[in-house]
Nanobody
Framework: QVQLVESGGGLVQAGGSLRLSCAAS????????MGWFRQAPGKEREFVAA????????YYADSVKGRFTISRDNAKVTVYLQMNSLIPEDTAVYYC????????????????WGQGTQVTVSS
């Protein structure tokens, strides 16, 4: 089992930036694809981004393409989500995920989830 702990959330003005981090422990993290989801109040949880275990393949939701960048550092056992040009619609709890299959992550049903970190974007 992989344990995931997110950090880096907070309050930011529209147009600003935040970088989320997700530290993993447990199984062999370097072989797990990773991803980020988010859930806004009153809305369903939605896919944000995913990255293969090598970091060579990355996927993004259309709503964040060009603004968010997912990356990973297997030596530090950490995955990141750099969020730029934030808008109020990005306000949500952001969750880190991991699964042996990146397709499972992109399908919205990864096995492992963090507790989430709140991101609030003010207008």
């Amino acid at each position: 089992q992989v344990q995931l702990v997110e950090s880096g959330g907070g309050l930011v003005q529209a147009g600003g930036s935040l970088r989320l981090s997700c530290a993993a422990s447990g199984r062999t993290f370097s072989t797990y694809p990773m991803g980020w989801f988010r859930q806004a109040p009153g809305k369903e949880r939605e896919f944000v981004a995913a990255i293969s275990w090598t970091g060579g393949s990355k996927y993004y939701a259309d709503s964040v393409k060009g603004r968010f960048t997912i990356s990973r550092d297997n030596a530090k056992v950490t995955v990141y989500l750099q969020m730029n040009s934030l808008i109020p619609e990005d306000t949500a709890v952001y969750y880190c995920t991991a699964d042996i299959s990146i397709m499972t992550i992109r399908s919205g049903v990864p096995t492992n989830w963090g507790q989430g970190t709140q991101v609030t974007v003010s207008s």
